[in-house]
Every structure is written in structure tokens, then in C-alpha cells.
């Protein structure tokens, strides 16, 4: 198993940055594809981005694509989301999610493995 704990979540103001963070322990932290997800209230849990094992890989939801940047450092067990020209719709409850594989995984049901979540507030 792996154990995920995300972290730099904030009140932030409508143009600003923020960048979260998501640390493994556990298994090998390479052998895991990872996912960042959102989920705001009243709403479902939706996809923001997603790396695969070794970073080559990348991809980003449409409604944050060109914001945000996804990248992981394996010697460090950690996944990064760097979120620029935030907006108040980016508030929401954010979670980090592991997957044993190589490939890039979009689907939140095929993450095994997720993180306790950190609240990310956007202030127009």
C-alpha cells in the first residue's frame, strides 16, 4: 500500500498561485501512476491532472490546462500541482490518488490509493 497526505492548500485571491504538494510513503513510489482530483461542494469529484510513473507523461483537464503544471520527484516520494491565474471556480476540496502501473490515468476509479485532501479557497 501507499499512504498519501497532500499539503499547501489555501485562501488565495483570484489571479494568485498556489502550489500543492502530495507525499507518499509506503510502496516504491515510482511503480505508481498519480492523479490529482477536485471536488467542490454540491458538486462530484472531477479530474485535474495526471502524471505517470516516470513524468514523461502528462495531462491536464481542459478547464485548467495552461494554469496548472503537474510534475512529481520520485527520490523525494512527492507529486507537485502548481496552479497559476487561479480563479474562484479552482475552489474546492483537492486530493491526490496513487494507481500501481505505468500508464496516465484520467478515470478516478482507477485510482486505488488517495490522500486525505487539502481545501483550496480561490477570493474573487
Known amino acids: 500500500q501507499v499512504q498519501l497526505v497532500e499539503s499547501g492548500g489555501g485562501l488565495v485571491q483570484a489571479g494568485g498561485s498556489l502550489r500543492l504538494s502530495c507525499a507518499a510513503s509506503g510502496r516504491t513510489f515510482g511503480g505508481y501512476s498519480m492523479g490529482w482530483f477536485r471536488q467542490a461542494p454540491g458538486k462530484e469529484r472531477e479530474f485535474v491532472a495526471a502524471?505517470?510513473?516516470?513524468?514523461?507523461?502528462?495531462y491536464a483537464a481542459g478547464s485548467v490546462q495552461g494554469r496548472v503544471t503537474i510534475s512529481r520527484d520520485n527520490a523525494k516520494n512527492t507529486m507537485y500541482l502548481q496552479m497559476n491565474s487561479m480563479r474562484p471556480e479552482d475552489t474546492a476540496l483537492y486530493y491526490c490518488?496513487?494507481?500501481?502501473?505505468?500508464?496516465?490515468?484520467?478515470?478516478?476509479?482507477?485510482?486505488?490509493?488517495w490522500g486525505q485532501g487539502t481545501q483550496v479557497t480561490v477570493s474573487s
Open positions: 502524471i505517470n510513473w516516470s513524468g514523461s507523461r502528462k
Open positions: 490518488a496513487a494507481q500501481p502501473g505505468w500508464n496516465l490515468y484520467t478515470d478516478s476509479g482507477r485510482y486505488d490509493y
